[in-house]
C-alpha cells in the first residue's frame, strides 16, 4: 500500500524565515513524488515533482530514499507562500495519493 | 497547457435528485481521468479512475451504483451524483493524466461544489 504522511497540519512562520514542510512516503517500488498547492480560492497546482530536480517559486525537494521523505524547503519564506500544501505520491498505476496537507501561513 | 475544466463549479440540488459533473481536458487528449472528493479542511480522497471506452475502477468504499462514471470520449469524463443526499454534499474535483507524456503528473481542475438540501 502506498501512503504519505505529513506530520504538521499548520505551520506558521515570519516572512524571511526557513521554511520546510515535511512528507514522509511509504511505497514498495519506486515512487513519484509530487508537491501540489492550492492557493486560497484556486485550483489544486503542481509545484514540485522529484524527477524534474527543479526550483519553482524558490521552493526546493529532494528524495531521500533512505529516510523515505519528500520535504519541501524555502530558505525566505513570502506571504504569498501562505497556502495548502500536499505531498502526493503515485506508483505504476498512476494513481495519487495524498498526505492530509499543511497549511502554511507567512505572516508579516 | 494541460487545462482541466469542470462544470458546474457549483450546484445545490434537493434530496432524491440526481446531478451530472463534467470534466474536460481542454487542450490535450487525457487516456485517463480521475474523480476525487474533499471534505472542508480535509484532503483529497480518491473515488475512481476513469479510462476512455472502459468501466470506471472505483476505490473501496465508493459506491459504484451511487456516483455513475462515463469517460465516452478522450476530453469528457462525467460524474453523476444518483439520488443525492445531504452527506453527498461535498467538494467534488477531477484530473486529467496522459501517461504517454512521460510524467505521472495530474492536470487538476477548479472543483465542483455540491450541495444537497
Known amino acids: 500500500a502506498q501512503r504519505v504522511t505529513q506530520p504538521e497540519k499548520l505551520l506558521s512562520v515570519f516572512k524571511g524565515a526557513p521554511v520546510e514542510l515535511k512528507c514522509n512516503y511509504s511505497?514498495?517500488?519506486?515512487?513519484?513524488l509530487f508537491w501540489y498547492v492550492q492557493y486560497s480560492r484556486q485550483r489544486l497546482q503542481l509545484l514540485l515533482r522529484?524527477?524534474s530536480r527543479e526550483s519553482i517559486k524558490g521552493f526546493t525537494a529532494d528524495l531521500n530514499k533512505g529516510e523515505t521523505s519528500f520535504h519541501l524547503k524555502k530558505p525566505f519564506a513570502q506571504e504569498e507562500d501562505s497556502a495548502m500544501y500536499y505531498c502526493?505520491?503515485?506508483?505504476?498505476?498512476?494513481?495519487?495519493?495524498f498526505g492530509k496537507g499543511t497549511l502554511l501561513t507567512v505572516n508579516p | 497547457g494541460a487545462v482541466v475544466s469542470q462544470h458546474p463549479s457549483w450546484v445545490i440540488c434537493k434530496s432524491g435528485t440526481s446531478v451530472k459533473i463534467e470534466c474536460r481536458s481542454l487542450?490535450?487528449?487525457?487516456?485517463?481521468m480521475f474523480w476525487y472528493r474533499q471534505f472542508p479542511k480535509q484532503s483529497l480522497m480518491l473515488m475512481a479512475t476513469?479510462?476512455?471506452?472502459?468501466?470506471?475502477?472505483?476505490e473501496q468504499g465508493v459506491e459504484k451504483d451511487k456516483f455513475l462514471i462515463n469517460h465516452a470520449s478522450l476530453t469528457l469524463s462525467t460524474l453523476t451524483v444518483t439520488s443525492a443526499h445531504p452527506e453527498d454534499s461535498s467538494f467534488y474535483i477531477c484530473?486529467?493524466?496522459?501517461?504517454?507524456?512521460?510524467?505521472?503528473?495530474?492536470?487538476f481542475g477548479p472543483g465542483t461544489r455540491l450541495t444537497v438540501t
Open positions: 502526493a505520491l503515485t506508483g505504476s498505476n498512476y494513481k495519487l495519493t
Open positions: 484530473s486529467a493524466t496522459y501517461p504517454t507524456s512521460g510524467t505521472h503528473e495530474q492536470y
Open positions: 476513469s479510462n476512455e471506452g472502459s468501466k470506471a475502477t472505483y
Open positions: 522529484h524527477i
Open positions: 487542450d490535450f487528449q487525457a487516456t485517463t
Open positions: 511505497y514498495s517500488g519506486s515512487p513519484e
